[in-house]
């Protein structure tokens, strides 16, 4: 498909509802640059974990602000899978970034203001070039408020700890279906609730409940939207 110009694609919804597999996929299918927003918090909240910076779920917020200008986040392709990974000050942190000790606590770190000012810096210069598709929870409202497509992704929760059980217990990670369930749930009254950039619908976002779509059902409701914006334009 020819795109008339190259766009910036904004993905927002709850965690594990694929967001991140979605973006990847459609940066891949129109050969654009993804940015895995939710990557960058997760960096955060693991320097603040090796730092001592979070204990028992609080946030010394005065350390981490003195620091935070030391934390440098970039995104390299792995010249073998061909996916992104995310890099911490020089270091290659992808997997444990995604365990659960980190998805505990970066619902806490995202809330700050300083943290999501720093970010959102990032992301913003990541992404002027255009031809970018970003995942995250406030990239359509926030981040990028005039991005070309704004999907929201939702899913049942029972439905979303499945798939997050599935992918940690194929890393190996020992974990019930009880424990990841009441991860989710705190991380949706975090991400909805929270004074900073909540977690909502934009007003011009387009919705999808993937709860029973496969991956393919997903990229063909993506390419009729991305179809009528190209006809809406020519």
Known sequence: MTVFKRLIIAIDGYSSCGKS???K??????????????????????????NNIINDSTVNEKILKQKISEIEIKFFKNSN???????LNGENVEGQIRGLEVSNAVSIISQLKFVREKMVDIQRDMG????????????????????????FMTANPD?????RFDELMYKGEKVSLEEIKANLIRRDLN???????????????????NSFMTPGEQMDWFLKILEKKVSNHS
């Open 191 to 209: 991400d909805t609730t929270r004074l900073e950039s909540p977690l909502k619908t934009a007003d011009d976002a387009l919705v999808l409940d």
């Open 25 to 50: 996929s459609i940066a891949q299918k129109l050969g654009y640059i993804y940015i895995d927003t939710g990557a960058m918090y997760r960096a955060v909240a693991l320097f603040s974990l090796r």
């Open 21 to 23: 597999t979605f973006a």
């Open 81 to 87: 899978t061909g996916e992104n990974e995310t890099f």
């Open 159 to 163: 439905v979303r700890a499945k798939r």
């Open 128 to 151: 002027n070039e255009k031809g970018v598709v970003l995942d995250g929870r406030d990239i359509g409202t926030v981040v990028f408020p005039n991005a070309d497509i704004k999907i």
